[in-house]
């Protein structure tokens, strides 16, 4: 919580205006944020200087994790944090590339489960990592990526959140995830949940410790509307304690994270928190 209060004030203090072409506004913007989180001692970061939903984070991690390609799968998964980008962005409904209502197309998790081979096959970037990581293997190389560059035109947005690398130290899983770009009042809170997350459920189900996960934002960013009440709302608000993650210890194996596990398999216990705060969202 310190760590994502003390980037909210820096760019407070030391952003720099950038016009945003995609929404058409101003962001108050600095460049580098390295943030960590003590899975191991099962600190969640959430924040708590306000309202945050992280069952709606956590539910669209499965869908990633998952491979879901289509806003209403989400929605069943208990998030709509996937339904302006799929029915919103102009650009997106004017993509001969897209399907229909709800179709996101080839973003995030339809990467990371069904990557494009230049032989039309499709590579399973997770399946890969879980396999070797139940088996203690680290080829330096556990990589799962959602960025593909050559695709970008058939997906409604290229990932923020980019990539995840999987370490192993003795018996111990650590994660290092990318972010090229983080609205920080909306999707940092979300992002930070999400990579908590995964680390500890990757190392449940490949029954590893977990260690620390690193999050490195390249482009961290508050938009023109959401200043103020950055500025004069939450960051004038003295922050809680974290609270603890719970996953089902019956969850072993990625097959079950595909198939029967939902939200009420995740709770988040001590979760103390000041009023929500209605920020504006930037599609």
Known sequence: MHQYLALCQRIIDQGVWVENQRTGKKCLTVINADLHYDVAGNKFPIVTTRKSYWRAAIAELLGYLRGYDNAADFRKLGTKSWDANANQNLDWLHNPARKG??????VYGVQGRAWRKPDGGSLDQLQKIVKNLS???DDRGEILTFYNPGEFELGCLRPCM???TFSILGDTLYLSSYQRSCDVPLGLNFNQIQVFTLLALV???CDLSPG?????IVNAHIYEDQVDLMRTVQLQRDPFEPPTLTINPEIKSLEDVETWVTLDDFQVE??????????????
Not at 212 to 216: G, I
């Open 162 to 164: 980019h990539s995840h």
């Open 135 to 137: 088996r203690g293997i």
């Open 212 to 216: 620390l996960a690193y999050h490195k």
């Open 203 to 205: 190392a449940q189900i």
């Open 101 to 106: 209502e709800d179709d996101m197309g080839r």
């Open 270 to 283: 001590g979760y103390r928190h000041h009023e929500a705060i209605a920020y504006p969202f930037a599609v």
